[in-house]
Each structure stands twice: as structure tokens, then as C-alpha cells.
């Protein structure tokens, strides 16, 4: 048992981040969810939070935090990850996106097998429980990843809104959003990927004057290779 | 008066026209005159004759010689049967010889030579060296009239006859030597030992064949292909050189070869010319020879002139006449000639034997090998490991061009029945077919054969040791779900798959423990039924032991290998819960404790990464799973640095 015990001890060293932050202020409804929680409880002013900490907070509050030399305000009705508080080169940040392009390339087909041996559960169990469609996480998430660039951390609120997207997939569905992080794209010379994501966009629901911005932006970047 | 009557053929000189020592020679049959050594390049079984006619006033045809050689592997052996290979020489008194009251009385005196048959053995030490002896039998029969006086009443004279028999064996060795490719270099002995070569009566002992120790030197020089230059130097102050060129005619060739000779006992110096035009094919060659002494032979000699020198050779001599010979030689190999060989045999890998499907697709080693022949081969390469195979596994065909070199692979196949737990030292068996069972080459190569739990450490591959046991997995699984039946039954229909997962790890490593691999050269990695069993393993046994009962009742799986430290590598799991991320808070409102991948068709589904050494509980097993793979995988950017690699199971085990 004590070896056992070790080897989580070390498991858990080797993932520690030495990323943390101290709550220096907060307002209102402020919530945590720590790595290891599966539900959210009340944060306190004066905590020390982790990295793989999740910090969300309700209407009408914030929370300031501080620690590795920043200082971050997390503004109402937003989410974020504290590991996602970080300053990222570009060669990260592509780094990140050809990343994010193998996680959602689908898998090799697999076995077809059922999820069961013995079917368990009864029908009117079998009938999908009601489920929150469209997170408010998801959303709460994306402001939060739209406050790291009104921050300075461009690279870092791409990579993850990018994350909330293959997390939360109803927020790909939100043109608003998708349209502030494809012009972070654009922003930062990533033609390519802008490109894409703005085609990607074109297929959304739009309204005419996103419908006139989204094609005016991909005949901007489709100039931009021409030059190239 | 004396006249040669009748002369038939045979120290160095052969009645070949094509005498070199190469690949193509017609002398490694028939010839023990040009070939003391027995050197031959048949692969299988020969025949050979040669028929001809001397071109004397009176013309005769013998058959001169009927040979055969076999080989067995580097022995080769022959026989040589020469009817024609004799020389009779006969003299008469010039004048009747009439005494007394007797009638006119003419002596008569018959020496004739003959070589009946030889016999040849030859060993191949190596491709390049050859060593060889031969021993041949020689009659000679030496008949005189003589008067005798009868005394009476008066004296008269009658005529007796004297006759000599005298066999004799003689024996010779010799080396053939190829230190280049394009160069052969042959010595043996002449004459080395001769029995019993006396003749019964000391007045005939001048008539014998002459049989002198000398020492035969040749070489075979090739410059070009198809072209030889061949020379024969015999101690005894005689030589022979040729000159020899074939060109191909389609699968065949054909040749002209020109020779000349100087021989110590015949004028002039260079004593004749041997022409000879030649056919070769694959089965048979024939040449036709044309013997021709530039000395006038057509003349009658003097009895003085024969004894006081003898001869040496029989088919060749100063009283030898012009020939013209017709030798045919048949190659009826019913082995296999060598067509290809091997180079080398590099083995690329040890034998895992867990890994037993893995030795379909990757080959256990590559050969270099070349193609002897001017056609394009098929080659099928095979392979028998011992301690493994009881019959070659042969791999897939290969095409070699004519003369080129190619590398080949082999591959093999682990029986499920080799259940060896230690590490052996075996021997493998290449071989190269390229004609029905029989081998063109054989290479034998030492190997190392891993014991069954032995793993390379490559984290794909631990696919094998989740396969092994599936059916002991599904049992154990199922008997644990069977328990829980009533948990499972009231859960939501869209968790099954998460609480079953949840129900068998809380259950089986109630108890477990965390024991680290027994150190040896490879890693050790148990299979899942040995790992309940023993009750622990480290994080390979037990990532391997839980994915396989996940597995076995239709979870799918993927192994997660952290190799960022070399030092520290570290193996554990995912499972697919089947649920949608919108589901995933029907388990966790944390979004950092799942990752969400896409299945074949493209939907997403939740994954849960457990860390399979945390033997507590399910929970704790993945909180920490998740925290290490958000961190590792996901923040560090492991997933595209290769610092985190996720290895699927279901999609290889339905293989």
C-alpha cells in the first residue's frame, strides 16, 4: 500500500503545475472546480487556486487574479482554466492548432461492437434523459477565452476557444464568436488557418452583415496568398 | 624394313579440343591427361564420348573414350572406359630367313599399348579450390618371334613365340586454385606413382611405356567474357596453349578454339595445331576436333628408331597421326542448379513471441541476394527458426533480374502454442527457393528468442498481450457485472458503458497491488489472467489486464504512452463512455477529466483516461488519469509533440 501510495504521490508531483494564482478579489457568485471535483463549490477571496482549477462566475460578479507576475480579471458571466492563463509564442499557438486537427480527425474505424453484453437499464431508461443542449459553461468558457486576448493573450484565447469548440460543439454554432477568434487568426499572419475558419463559417446561419463581412475577409486573405 | 601397321590413341596431352580449366570446360569429364586434378563443374550427373578417325594411309575410327562423373555435393567422382586409347606397333624382318632344309622363315615382333580405364575423385574444399587425384590402368603386351634351333640329324630352325604381358596403375594428384574471379591456376603431378610397370622379360624392359615424374603447370586466364587463354607447361619441356572464344547464340553459344603444342619428343618445335569448333548448349556440347602434326607421319620408321626411345603417350607420340575427333557431352543434372545466393542475412529483430501477429507484416529479417543467372528469377524465400517453426514459412515471392542483387525479407509465425517463459538462443535457417521444394541456398543465422511475457517496449504492441486472454477477460468481466446486475439496471441507458467500467475496476483491484517488472534484458509484461492471478503488476501489466476486460465486453480502449522522460515512461488507459460531449455532464460538470474524440463516422464521443496504478478506486484512478493527460497531452501540447501518444485497441483486436 505505501508503494502505492508513491506511485500516486509521483503521478500527482509530475502533474502539479507550478502555475497558481491567488484570488486577490472577487464580487459576487465566483466558482471553482478544482482538477479532481465533478461539481462546483463556492470560491473565497485570498485562495490559492491550480492550474487545472476551473474558475466560472455568474452574472454580475468577477474575480481578480494574480500570480506568475499577471494579474487577470475574470469579468462577469465567464469561465475560464487556469492553466489557459499564459502568454504563447505563435510557433505555440501552431503548435496547439495542428493539434487540435489531430484530435478531430476521426479515429480508424473501430469495433462496431454494442456498448453491452446483457442489456441493462429499463426502456423508459433507454429514453435519453433531457440533456442542456447548448451549455452555459460553454458560453461562460468562450467569454472567458475572448477576455485572455483583451488581455494580450491572443495565442492563448485561440488555442482555447478552439478547446470549448470540441468541448462544448453547440458554441461552433455561435457566428459571433467564431468570427472574433477567426479575425485573432487573421491578426496574427495565420492566413491559412483563417482562411479555413472563415470558410467554415460561411456555412453558419449568418446575418447579411456578418454574411458581407465573412466573404469581404476571405477575399482579404485570398489577396494575402496572392501576394505571397 | 619396318612398318607401322596399326596405331590407335594417348602424359599431358588430352585428344580435347577445349582444354582450359574454367566454368565452360568440356575437360573436366573425359580428360585425366589435361585434368589430373578431377576438377569438374558438373552439378549433377555427366557422359561423355569421343569417336574419331586417324588420318593415316589407312584410314580407322575408334571410339575413343566413354566417361561419366557424378557430384555429390563437393565430391565429385568419375570414370573413364578408353577401347580406343592403344598403340600397336609391329615390325617385320625385311628378309625371309631360310637355314638348313627349313622353310624361308619371317620373324615378327608386336609391342602394343593400351589404357583401359581410369578412375577420378576430386573434393571441393571451397568455391575457389579444388584438390583432386586420379588413377589409370595400362596394359602393355609385347609379342617377339624368335628361331629356335632344333638339332637332329641336321640342324633346322623353328619359330617360337615370346610373349610379355605387363600391367601397370598409375596415380596422379593435382590442385585446381581460382584466386580471381577471371583466373584459374592448376599444378599436379606426372607419373607420381606407377605399380608394377616391369615387364617379365629384362629384354623388353626398354619397350615400356615411359612413365618419368614430371610436374604439370596451367593456368586459364579469362580477360573477357566468353574468351580463354588457356597454357599447359609440363616439366618435361612441353607445353600447349590455346585460345578459346564462344558467342551466344540465343541460350546457346558457340565457340571456336585454336591450339598449338610443343612437345620434347616430337619436331618441330611447335609440333602441331589442334582446331576445334564447339556447341554448347544447356544439355549438351559437342565439339569437333581436327588434330594436325606438322611433321610428315605418312613415312615408315626405323625398329631402332622406336627402341632406343620408347614412347610416353599413347594417343600421342612422335609416331602419332593426324585426327579428327567428334566429342559429345551430356549434362543430365536432375539437381537443382544453383540460381541464386545469399550475400548476407541481417536479422533485424529478436523473437518476441507475445507478438506473434505482429511477425506477419514485419519482417524478422532482410537477406542480400543476388541472381547468379541471366533470367529473371522468382525467388521464395523461407524460413525455420528452431524452437518455433517445425516446417519453413516460406514469405511472398520476389523477382530478381538476371545478375542483379536484391534485398528480400522474411517473415515468420509464432505458433500459439509456444508458451516458452524464458529467453533462448536458437538458430535460424534461411533459404532460397526458386524451383519446387528444392533450396538454392541455405544461410543459417544465430537468434534470440524472447520468453512469452517478454515485451520491445513499444506501447502499440501491448495490443498483443490485451488480445491474449480476451476470453478469460470476458468471463471475469461478466461474472463481475452479473454481481452488480441491479446497479446496472437502474442506471440511465447512456452510462451502462461508464458504470460498468467503473463497477469492474472498483471491483478487481480490491485486490491488487503494485509490484514492478523482475528485471531482465527485455521488459516483462503480464497477460491479464496472470495479473489477477498474481494479484499486481506494474502500470504495463495492469493497463493491459483492465483494457482487456474493458475490451472483452465491448468498451473500446486506447492505451496512453507518456514518453516525454525516457527515463520515466508510463503507460495507462482511456475508455470510450459512447456518451456525446452534451452528456458529459451526466458524469462530471469538469470538462478537464474527459476528452472528447471522433469516432469513424465523425461524431464525438467522451473519453475518460485512467490512471491504472492508482489501485484505490475508480474515481481516484481518474481524476488522476485526467489531470496527468490534460496536463501532459493537452496544456504541455504532448498530443502534437509526441510526448503523448494514444494508442487505439478495438480498432486492431477486430483484426
Known amino acids: ?228 | 624394313m619396318v612398318s607401322v601397321i596399326r596405331i590407335s590413341a594417348q602424359t599431358t596431352f588430352g585428344l580435347n579440343g577445349v582444354w582450359g580449366i574454367t566454368d565452360a570446360s568440356f575437360t573436366s569429364l573425359n580428360s585425366y591427361e589435361y585434368n589430373p586434378s578431377n576438377f569438374s563443374t558438373i552439378k549433377d550427373l555427366g557422359f561423355s564420348l569421343t569417336y574419331g578417325s586417324e588420318l593415316s594411309d589407312n584410314l580407322t575410327s575408334n571410339l575413343y573414350q566413354i566417361s561419366v562423373g557424378k557430384s555429390f555435393k563437393n565430391h565429385f567422382i568419375s570414370m573413364r572406359y578408353t577401347p580406343g586409347y592403344q598403340k600397336e606397333f609391329i615390325f617385320k624382318s625385311g628378309e625371309a630367313v631360310t637355314y638348313g632344309n627349313s622353310n624361308p622363315i619371317k620373324l615378327e615382333s608386336r609391342f602394343q599399348y593400351k589404357e583401359f580405364l581410369g578412375l577420378g575423385y576430386s573434393y571441393r574444399f571451397s568455391p575457389n579450390f579444388s584438390l583432386g587425384f586420379n588413377v589409370r590402368f595400362f596394359n602393355q603386351n609385347f609379342v617377339q618371334e624368335i628361331l629356335t634351333p632344333v638339332f637332329s640329324d641336321t640342324i633346322y630352325f623353328t619359330t617360337e613365340t615370346e610373349e610379355d604381358d605387363a600391367n601397370f596403375w598409375k596415380a596422379d594428384i593435382g590442385f585446381v586454385w581460382r584466386p580471381l574471379d577471371e583466373f584459374y591456376l592448376n599444378a599436379a603431378s606426372v607419373n607420381l606413382f606407377t605399380v608394377n610397370n616391369r615387364t617379365n622379360l629384362q629384354s623388353n624392359e626398354k619397350y615400356r611405356l615411359k612413365t618419368d615424374k614430371a610436374l604439370l603447370l596451367g593456368a586459364t586466364f579469362n580477360p573477357f567474357k566468353d574468351l580463354n587463354i588457356n597454357l599447359i607447361y609440363e616439366s618435361t619441356n612441353s607445353f600447349q596453349t590455346e585460345l578459346l572464344k564462344f558467342v551466344d547464340i540465343g541460350n546457346n553459344k558457340i565457340g571456336v578454339g585454336i591450339s598449338t603444342f610443343h612437345d620434347h619428343e616430337q619436331n618441330p618445335f611447335l609440333a602441331g595445331i589442334l582446331s576445334s569448333a564447339i556447341f554448347s548448349s544447356k544439355l549438351f556440347d559437342i565439339s569437333l576436333t581436327w588434330l594436325n602434326y606438322f611433321s610428315n607421319r605418312n613415312i615408315l620408321s626405323s625398329y631402332n628408331d622406336f627402341a632406343a626411345k620408347s614412347i610416353s603417350n599413347i594417343i600421342h607420340n612422335r609416331f602419332s597421326f593426324d585426327k579428327l575427333l567428334l566429342t559429345a557431352n551430356f549434362k543430365l543434372n536432375t539437381q537443382v542448379e544453383q540460381r541464386v545466393k545469399f550475400v548476407d542475412v541481417t536479422i533485424n529483430q529478436s523473437i518476441y513471441p507475445a507478438l506473434a501477429e505482429k511477425y506477419i507484416d514485419a519482417p524478422i529479417a532482410t537477406a542480400r541476394v543476388v541472381n547468379l543467372t541471366d533470367e529473371k528469377i522468382n525467388i521464395k524465400p523461407a524460413v525455420l527458426i528452431n524452437g518455433i517453426n517445425k516446417d519453413k514459412i516460406q514469405s511472398q515471392d520476389y523477382f530478381i533480374m538476371p545478375f542483379d542483387t536484391s534485398d528480400i525479407n522474411f517473415y515468420t509465425i509464432i505458433p500459439e502454442s509456444y508458451y516458452n517463459t524464458n529467453p533462448v538462443i536458437s538458430y535460424a535457417n534461411f533459404y532460397l527457393i526458386t524451383v519446387n521444394d528444392e533450396y538454392d541456398d541455405e544461410l543459417q543465422k544465430a537468434i534470440l528468442i524472447n520468453g512469452i511475457n517478454a515485451w520491445d517496449g513499444n506501447v502499440y504492441n501491448l495490443k498483443y498481450f490485451i488480445k491474449k486472454d480476451l476470453s478469460f477477460s470476458a468471463n471475469y468481466s461478466k461474472e463481475i457485472l452479473a454481481l452488480n446486475k441491479s446497479v446496472l439496471d437502474t442506471a440511465i441507458y447512456s452510462l451502462v458503458d461508464f458504470y460498468k467500467a467503473k463497477i469492474i475496476y472498483d471491483t478487481y483491484v480490491k485486490n491488487l497491488t503494485y509490484t514492478s517488472d523482475p528485471r531482465a534484458t527485455a521488459e516483462y509484461v503480464q497477460y491479464p489472467k496472470e495479473t489477477i492471478e498474481v494479484k499486481g503488476g506494474d502500470c504495463d501489466d495492469l493497463s493491459v489486464c483492465f483494457s482487456s476486460l474493458l475490451e472483452s465486453i465491448g468498451i473500446e480502449t486506447a492505451l496512453v504512452d507518456y514518453n516525454a522522460d525516457p527515463n520515466l515512461k508510463h503507460v495507462s488507459i482511456m475508455f470510450n463512455t459512447k456518451l456525446s460531449p452534451e452528456q458529459a455532464n451526466l458524469i462530471t460538470e469538469n470538462d478537464t477529466k474527459y476528452f472528447i474524440r471522433k469516432n469513424d463516422k465523425g461524431i464525438d464521443e467522451v473519453w475518460l483516461p485512467v490512471e491504472t496504478t492508482s489501485l484505490i478506486d475508480f474515481d481516484t484512478a481518474w481524476s488522476i488519469g485526467a489531470k496527468k493527460f490534460q496536463s501532459e497531452g493537452i496544456d504541455n501540447l504532448g498530443l502534437i509533440k509526441g510526448d503523448v501518444e494514444i494508442v487505439d485497441i478495438s480498432s486492431d483486436l477486430k483484426r
Open chain 1, 1 to 228: 500500500m505505501k508503494k502505492l501510495i508513491f506511485i500516486n504521490i509521483l503521478i500527482f508531483l509530475s502533474i502539479t503545475y507550478a502555475q497558481t494564482f491567488q484570488i486577490e478579489k472577487l464580487s459576487g457568485s465566483v466558482k471553482i472546480l478544482n482538477g479532481s471535483d465533478n461539481s462546483w463549490h463556492e470560491l473565497k477571496a485570498n485562495t490559492m487556486v491550480e492550474s487545472n482549477a476551473i474558475i466560472s462566475t455568474d452574472k454580475n460578479s468577477f474575480v481578480k487574479l494574480k500570480g506568475n507576475g499577471k494579474s487577470f480579471t475574470l469579468k462577469e458571466s465567464s469561465a475560464i482554466s487556469i492553466s489557459n492563463i499564459k502568454q504563447m509564442s505563435v510557433d505555440e499557438l501552431l503548435l496547439a492548432l495542428a493539434m487540435e486537427n489531430i484530435i478531430n480527425t476521426p479515429r480508424k474505424k473501430g469495433n462496431d461492437k454494442s456498448g453491452s453484453t446483457a442489456v441493462y437499464g429499463t426502456d423508459e431508461q433507454k429514453k435519453e434523459v433531457e440533456i442542456n443542449k447548448l451549455s452555459d459553461m460553454g458560453r461562460k468558457r468562450l467569454n472567458g477565452a475572448k477576455q485572455l486576448a483583451e488581455n494580450g493573450m491572443k495565442e492563448s484565447a485561440i488555442v482555447t476557444a478552439m478547446e470549448v469548440y470540441r468541448k462544448y460543439p453547440e458554441t461552433k454554432k455561435n457566428s459571433e464568436s467564431r468570427i472574433y477568434f477567426a479575425d485573432l487568426l487573421f491578426e496574427k499572419g495565420l492566413y491559412e488557418e483563417a482562411h479555413d475558419e472563415f470558410s467554415s463559417i460561411k456555412s453558419l446561419q449568418l446575418s447579411s452583415s456578418q454574411k458581407t463581412y465573412v466573404e469581404g475577409k476571405l477575399d482579404q486573405i485570398g489577396k494575402k496568398f496572392l501576394i505571397k
